[in-house]
Antibody, heavy 121, light 107 residues
């Protein structure tokens, strides 16, 4: 069965960087793209960007361009999301989710368990 | 940037029909998905491509779209349906957008 397993919780100082991993299993990694979605405490879902499992192409949300880098390691079927210059506003649960393509669109059919990133001095 | 608007909250009694709406400019030309999220859990897709229900999702969940509004309907709402619901669509630059979420209370 499809499984997305994320790395553990992180505590970072303001100004630091964080790198979260998402290891995929149960499907052919290159066929699907992966998204990163975050959720601040008590807030809604916020899409950060997408990366192709096939060739590493990315599409970042405008809000995060210049501050986020998404990569993949196809040898281990793992996706990574690095966010730099952290502030307290980046405190959130970060999710990876798989894009399931359907006709001319797509939806997020599997999600990781989430990684809590806390930014605090 | 593209925005999707949802009402923050909705309350229904058990057995009633809950209708959660999502509005956005030109939404009728996009496909909408709906996600259910219970406290402390990852989101789960309940409707994709406006009206499609994934396997394992109860038949009481249905979706529709008309004009600039998409609707998630839960018929015969049960206590277990109490959750936050988010609509989601893709904009013209292939960026995903979520609505602000609707907290459904079943009481």
């Amino acid at each position: 069965q499809v499984n997305l397993v994320q790395s553990g919780p992180e505590v970072k100082r303001p100004g630091a960087s964080v790198k979260v991993s998402c290891r995929a299993s149960g499907y052919s990694f290159p066929i699907f793209g992966l998204n990163w979605v975050r959720q601040a405490p008590g807030q809604g879902l916020e899409w950060m960007g997408w990366i192709s499992g096939y060739n590493g192409n990315t599409n970042y949300a405008q809000k995060f361009q210049g501050r986020v880098t998404m990569t993949t390691d196809t040898s281990t079927s793992t996706a990574y999301m690095e966010l730099r210059s952290l502030t307290s506003d980046d405190t959130a649960v970060y999710y990876c989710s798989r894009t399931k393509y359907y006709e001319s669109s797509g939806y997020f059919d599997y999600w990781g368990q989430g990684t809590l990133v806390t930014v605090s001095s | 940037s593209y925005e999707l608007t949802q009402s923050p909250s909705l309350s229904v009694s058990p057995g009633q029909t809950a209708r959660i709406t999502c509005s956005g400019g030109n939404l009728g030309n996009k496909y909408v998905c709906w996600y259910q999220q219970k406290p402390g859990q990852s989101p789960v897709v309940v409707i994709y491509h406006d009206t499609q229900r994934p396997s394992g999702i109860p038949e009481r969940f249905s979706g529709s779209s008309s004009g600039n509004t998409a609707t998630l309907t839960i018929s015969g709402t049960q206590a277990m349906d109490e959750a936050d619901y988010y609509c989601q669509a893709w904009d013209s630059s292939s960026a995903s957008v979520f609505g602000g979420g609707t907290k459904l209370t079943v009481l």
